[in-house]
T-cell receptor
Framework: ETGVTQSPTHLIKTRGQQVTLRCSSQ?????VSWYQQALGQGPQFIFQ???????GRGNFPPRFSGLQFPNYSSELNVNALELDDSALYLC?????????????FGEGSRLTVL | GDSVTQMEGPVTLSEEACLTI???????????LFWYVQYPGEGLQLLLK?????DKGSNKGFEATYRKETTSFHLEKGSVQVSDSAVYFC?????????????FGGGTRVLVKP
């Protein structure tokens, strides 16, 4: 069974640029969510995708957007990068919506904005 | 809105010592509660969970009891090992929110010395 994989693992961008992060969900999982983890803090929910549609969003501006593909993989896009966007971006997949709460996380993509 | 507060670290212990990490929460409904662990160089992993009041979650010698009256979910282990060194996150999920959206605490770094 293949776990959640994310790419790239590290990247450096400059302010104002755009970035795309990618995630392959665990086999059999149809729900993908994205989290931002700033240094020394807990992850914060960005949004979730289920059946290729956004299904819930946290307190993030519209320049954070995403996609989910028919094979359940996903992308996170961030436009007009700001210094505060520097963080570890975590992708998580799961089989069900609802109360289980058991998300399977990738190791993350660490973004540095200069 | 929902929030999770956990004790700040780092917590430094000797092997075989007792560990307690305090976690309290604020939620409008009846959340499910979780502890996730992040070992060095790895992604977040579910450690244990409890879905209703008075439930006890347990795994790998760790335990936590869902206390609705005190809105708490403290993590305990009676005898820690060096391999327990990690960052521990308390989290909650409300079904009425977006699917498996998790609200995390800030994390507690635990270092166990031989």
């Amino acid at each position: 069974e293949t776990g959640v994989t994310q790419s790239p693992t590290h990247l450096i961008k400059t302010r104002g640029q755009q970035v795309t992060l990618r995630c392959s969900s665990q086999s059999g999982h149809n729900t993908v969510s994205w989290y931002q983890q700033a240094l020394g803090q807990g992850p914060q929910f960005i949004f979730q995708y289920y059946r290729e549609e956004e299904n819930g969003r946290g307190n993030f501006p519209p320049r954070f957007s995403g996609l989910q593909f028919p094979n359940y993989s996903s992308e996170l896009n961030v436009n007009a990068l700001e210094l505060d966007d520097s963080a570890l971006y975590l992708c998580a997949s799961s089989t069900l919506q609802g109360r289980s709460g058991e998300l399977f996380f990738g190791e993350g993509s660490r973004l540095t904005v200069l | 809105g929902d929030s999770v507060t956990q004790m700040e670290g780092p917590v430094t212990l000797s092997e075989e010592a007792c560990l307690t990490i305090n976690c309290t929460y604020t939620a409008t409904g009846y959340p499910s509660l979780f502890w996730y662990v992040q070992y060095p160089g790895e992604g977040l992993q579910l450690l244990l969970k409890a879905t209703k009041a008075d439930d006890k979650g347990s795994n790998k010698g760790f335990e936590a009891t869902y206390r609705k009256e005190t809105t708490s979910f403290h993590l305990e282990k009676g005898s820690v090992q060096v391999s327990d060194s990690a960052v521990y996150f308390c989290a909650l999920s409300e079904y009425e929110a977006a699917g498996n959206k998790l609200t995390f605490g800030g994390g507690t770094r635990v270092l166990v010395k031989p």
